[in-house]
């Protein structure tokens, strides 16, 4: 499994060596980032990584923090979201419910 610093399971996205490496081998720099953020970095990969130095979201005290929780999949309806929540949460922290 390779993870993301938010807890996507990169190897399962449709875009995972189609249009993307996955956040960790991109620093952050993903194709939609680079098409949306004005830093061109996932918010989540530069705040998690570049700032606070961490390995990933999982290593921050504050997860599932006020950004992780509103950072939202435009595709997905809020159930999903909010399903999406709980399986990251618990991929970076295992036994965390």
Excluded at 22 to 38: H, L, Q, R, Y
Excluded at 59 to 72: D, H, N, Q, V
Aim: some cysteine; proline content about 5%; overall charge positive.
């Amino acid at each position: 499994m390779i993870l993301s610093a938010c807890g996507l399971k990169c190897n399962e996205c449709e875009f995972y060596n189609v249009t993307c490496t996955g956040c960790i081998n991109v620093k952050g720099s993903t194709f939609w980032a680079k098409e949306m953020m004005p830093s061109k970095v996932c918010p989540l990969y530069d705040c998690s990584v570049n700032k606070k130095g961490l390995k990933d979201c999982g290593s921050c005290s504050e997860l599932p923090c006020k950004m992780f929780r509103e950072m939202k999949d435009p595709n997905s309806t809020e159930e999903q979201h909010q399903l999406s929540l709980i399986a990251r949460v618990e991929a970076l922290r295992p036994g965390s419910n």
